[in-house]
């Protein structure tokens, strides 16, 4: 029986979200990739199941087709979505959603995005720059304000990396 309560972006993932990344995860590693999330979107009537993978030289579209091919296999043969579905495989991207407490510490410094199913200090959207992560809560700083938020209280974060557009125009 698949433990199906595990942590994600801080929150505890769906069941479903939990049972899709213990039964995909072990396929994707096996190819060369970290399964960096999966999302399970139910717009309407027929859900998506969104994986985002990552891989040190980076992610091409071709990654994306093989990766998808081998999940659906696994996913026609288990069956753990009713009914019928899309499948979506892409790279994180730069602005990245963060799924697992051990996302956050690699994007100290950097702006990020949190949604909070509660809210702290009366609010439930923040968006600064991250000043600490640890395993049970995150710092982000808003306004020279610092607010401490905890993980299991996060909905959705996304890390937003700062693009230096304004290049040393003295080495051209």
Partial sequence: MLDVKKRAGGNIMSGKEALLTQLLRPTVEAMGYLLWGIELISPGRRP??????E??????????????HQVSGILDVED??????TLEVSS?????LLFH???????????????LRLPVEGRRR??????AAEQEKIVIEVDDQAYELPLRSVDR???HP??????DKSSK
Avoid: W
Avoid at 55 to 68: F, I, L, M, P
Avoid at 101 to 115: A, F, K, S, T
């Fill in 101 to 115: 407490p051990e996302h956050y510490p690699l994007y100290i410094g950097e702006m990020i995005d949190v949604r």
């Fill in 157 to 159: 974060a996304r890390a």
């Fill in 92 to 96: 994180p991207g730069v602005d990245r």
């Fill in 126 to 131: 923040f968006k600064g720059n991250l000043a």
């Fill in 80 to 85: 753990p979505i009713i009914g019928e579905y």
């Fill in 48 to 53: 998506t199941v969104r994986l985002y993978i």
């Fill in 55 to 68: 891989a040190e030289s980076g992610v091409t579209v071709d990654d994306c087709a093989q990766v998808s």
């Fill in 162 to 167: 700062r693009l230096d557009i304004n290049q």
